[in-house]
């Protein structure tokens, strides 16, 4: 079970490196959902499952798809923003 609890603490430290260094904003979404399930599983461990069960719910679920959403408007007012000096 102690492999188990090091990978994991290994995990969440690369996730959360690289969710600061990757530029692609996409992935860096999705980097930090995994950070969050694996903090969720974590929370777990501890005998903690109202806090896991909050951190699924919030950081992996909610947090995620507002970012997404985030995301996908950014690229349309982007795209919006081309159309509009290509027209000038």
Not at 8 to 23: E, K, M, W
Not at 75 to 87: P, T, W
Request: charge should be negative; proline fraction near 2%.
């Amino acid at each position: 079970m102690e492999v188990f609890k090091d990978i994991l603490l290994l995990f969440l430290i690369v996730c959360a490196i690289s969710a600061s260094l990757i530029r692609n904003p996409l992935l860096s979404v999705i980097v930090f959902m995994s950070y969050s399930l694996i903090m969720s599983i974590i929370w777990f461990l501890l005998e903690s499952p109202d806090l896991a069960i909050t951190e699924a719910a919030v950081g992996a679920g909610v947090s995620s798809i507002l970012f997404f959403v985030t995301l996908r408007k950014l690229k349309a007012l982007s795209e919006g923003g081309d159309h509009e000096q290509d027209s000038r």
